[in-house]
């Protein structure tokens, strides 16, 4: 039987060199196929704000839609190390409300760690949220919670400048408490030399192939969100026209009164 995934399944997998498989998730169907293929973290994003919710970005996002999400999730019990996004202003005002808000992931919706955008400037928070006995998760380079300041969806860390932010940014988070950074949108050189840099593993979207782990969005690997293209995504299945003919048939078959037949009613 599948031992369920914690933090010091990770340390081992960075030490021997093991990749980290990471992919989102939102709901307890999806929960079930994907722990049952042996993912080994499960990633509720508030990226369900734009593949669920229809957002044109992840800002919007609730504590509460969070928690609804998680708990949907956890109903499938995994054995997947499960990981939960802090929206956006849940952590940033104070370290009281960071604190709380990481709690009700934990005590509430069951999440067993949470994920955190930021470097530096979040370094005080990702202390105060461990030493509560909360595993945090990092994320630094293109964090979407950012894409104000930051223009838009853009690569981080193309000058060396930025490049030794990143660099600061992620030992800021390892010394912090973190047991995993994520490294979002960085070019591959730099995502390479932060991950041989860091004791604790990295997991890249858009970062290239040394990280010590990938996510992506589930969404995208399937085809169903349209919104967004990026780079770093391969699609590994085309499911909008199957849901789509799927969905037409029906509508042909009632239309037409070959749906209901028979077999389909009761006596």
């Known amino acids: 039987m599948q031992k369920k995934k914690t933090v010091l399944d990770f ?19 999806t929960a079930a196929i994907m722990d049952g293929c042996g993912i080994d973290i499960i990633l509720i994003g508030d990226s369900a704000g734009v593949v669920v ?7 919007p996002v609730t504590m509460d839609e969070m928690i609804y999400h998680t708990k949907a999730v956890m109903r499938a019990q995994p054995k997947a190390f499960v990981v939960a996004d802090l929206p ?6 104070d370290l009281a409300g960071a604190r709380l808000n ?6 509430e919706a069951g999440a067993a760690a949470v994920k955190i955008e930021g470097g530096v400037n979040i ?6 949220i461990t030493a509560m006995d909360i595993p945090v998760m990092g994320h630094i380079g293109l964090t979407p919670q950012s894409l104000h300041r930051m223009g838009g969806f853009k690569v981080q860390g193309k000058s060396e400048q930025q490049a030794e932010k990143l660099l600061e940014d992620a030992r800021a988070v390892e010394r912090a408490g973190a047991f995993a950074v994520v490294l979002e949108g960085i070019p591959m050189g730099l995502a390479g030399k932060i991950t041989a840099e ?8 858009g970062a290239g192939p040394s990280c010590d782990g990938q996510v992506l969005v589930l969404h995208d690997i399937l085809g169903l969100c349209s919104k967004y293209s990026p780079k770093f995504v391969k699609r590994y299945a085309e499911l909008t026209p199957v849901i789509a003919e799927a969905v037409s048939s029906y509508i ?4 037409g009164g070959t749906f209901p037949e028979e077999r389909h009613s009761f006596k």
């Open 102 to 107: 990481a709690g009700r992931l934990i005590k």
């Open 123 to 128: 370094a005080e928070t990702i202390a105060a």
């Open 88 to 93: 956006f202003l849940s952590y940033q005002i």
């Open 252 to 255: 042909a078959d009632v239309k």
């Open 198 to 205: 860091l004791s604790i593993p990295t997991i890249g979207i």
């Open 53 to 59: 919710a229809g957002y044109d970005n992840t800002l």
């Open 11 to 29: 340390q081992r997998m960075k030490a021997e060199g093991e990749r980290i498989a990471v992919l989102t998730c939102y709901d307890y169907p």
